[in-house]
């Protein structure tokens, strides 16, 4: 009886494997290339014009109270916690 080899088995396996991740990293460049770039200055740009623009409430000094929200539950004097 002829005795099997399974060397040749196991090193294609590890080829195949090789060759998908490397497929599989070509492919995630490749996507990473098609992404919408824009020069820094023009990110720093936006940025500051958003942070300008954007109120935020956290900052009553600048921006002043925040408005009423009419939608907000109205206080009955207690916090609003419930101990479950």
Known sequence: MPIVSNKGQGKKGSQERKLRKLLEQKK???????????????????????????????????????????FASQSTGTCGCVVM
Do not use: H, M
């Not at 014009?49 to 000094?61: E, H, I, N």
């Open 28 to 70: 995630r460049l490749k996507e990473d290339l098609e992404l919408e770039r824009i020069p820094v200055s023009q990110a720093c740009q936006s940025l500051i014009k958003y942070t300008q623009t954007t109120r935020d409430y956290f900052v009553p000094s600048v921006w002043g109270n925040p408005p009423v929200d009419p």
